[in-house]
């Protein structure tokens, strides 16, 4: 059978061998079906998303942070007074600065040794260790949230859980664990170490990874899994002890939920993190510009630490193609 064309209103259709109608794609389906504008297609809800709740609200956080903004009336601009308010008039920025350093730089070595120590426990597989791969997980899950954090209040009061556990070994105390400036703080570390099942599966994968022919040779040397540790997994898991150590520690500086909820940063503002004292002085007390500049000076912070972490690398990291 022969091509034939069909007329129709919607315009000419041509018949093929098989009698399937063909119908001629316009400009714009034909511009559409181009590889790079379908890829840009797909992206364009990330785009989007990016822009609107990133790219553009970053912007604006830079001009508001040189302004007097309460959110409530049209900016102000200041130039660096906000900047210079930090520095030398606002106590609260060196202590909540203080704070957050120190739960970062404790809470985060922590972590990683927990999540280390559970991980090669859980390395050797049985019929329950996919249980406890997820119950040791769950922590990560749930430790960020409003109702662990209250839980955990709830946990270290006076007549809370903890007192009341250590009436079972014969210490008999009501004290105020969240009320005392030399231990509060360590409440809300042990919450942040409790918290280490992300770390963990990471951990995880990568001991899968180490190969088994490497510890089969150092038992036929004769050496002890001690000796295999410290000479063949800590060094090969250096890269992903260095992943977790940057990423854990970030999490650290940004730490809000556990502050606000748990203590709100009392006693004597001793467990006042840094992202507290920002959301105070934007919502509370109506400084929005102020607390878009404590952002920024926090991105410095976070940029700096990271930067001296990758300075360090070169010296500690195993890198297999070096």
């Not at 004290?175 to 231990?183: D, Q, S």
């Not at 190969?211 to 150092?218: G, I, K, M, N």
């Not at 000479?231 to 992943?243: D, G, M, Q, R």
């Not at 009392?266 to 919502?283: D, I």
């Amino acid at each position: 059978m022969t091509q034939a064309t069909v007329a129709s209103p919607q315009g000419a259709r041509k018949l093929g061998n098989s009698g399937v109608q063909f119908r001629k794609q316009s400009k714009f389906r034909q511009w559409l079906n181009q590889e790079n504008v379908s890829g840009y297609v797909c992206a364009l809800p990330f785009i989007i998303g990016f822009l609107m709740f990133l790219l553009v609200p970053m912007i604006l956080s830079i001009y508001y942070s040189f302004t007097d903004y309460n959110i409530l009336s049209d900016p102000e601009w200041m130039g660096l007074d906000n900047f210079k308010e930090m520095f030398t008039n606002d106590p609260l920025f060196w202590k909540s600065m203080g704070v957050t350093l120190f739960y970062a730089l404790i809470s985060t070595p922590l972590r990683l040794i927990f999540a280390l120590a559970v991980a090669m426990l859980l390395l050797k597989n049985s019929a329950v260790s996919g249980f406890y791969r997820a119950a040791y997980y769950l922590p990560s899950i749930l430790g960020g949230s409003v109702a662990v954090a209250i839980l955990w209040k709830q946990m270290f009061a006076q007549d809370g859980v903890i007192n009341k556990a250590l009436e079972l070994f014969g210490i008999h105390t009501n004290f105020a664990w969240l009320g005392n400036e030399h231990t509060a703080i360590w409440t809300l570390i042990i919450l942040g170490v409790w918290q280490f099942g992300s770390s963990m599966l990471i951990f995880l994968a990568s001991l899968k990874q180490i190969p088994s022919e490497l510890y089969e040779a150092a038992s036929v040397d004769g050496a002890t899994g001690w000796t295999q540790f410290w000479k063949i997994t800590l060094p090969l898991l250096t890269p992903t002890i260095f992943f977790n150590l940057v990423m854990q520690s970030i999490n650290g500086f940004l730490a809000f939920t556990q502050c606000y909820i748990i203590t709100q940063g009392k006693p004597q503002n001793s467990t006042l993190f840094y992202m507290v004292h920002m959301y105070n002085e934007s919502f509370t007390n109506y400084h929005a510009g102020y607390g878009a500049g404590m952002a920024w000076i926090m991105l410095l912070v976070v940029g700096l630490y990271t930067a001296i972490l990758f300075a360090t690398k070169r010296f500690w990291v195993y890198d297999e193609e070096a």
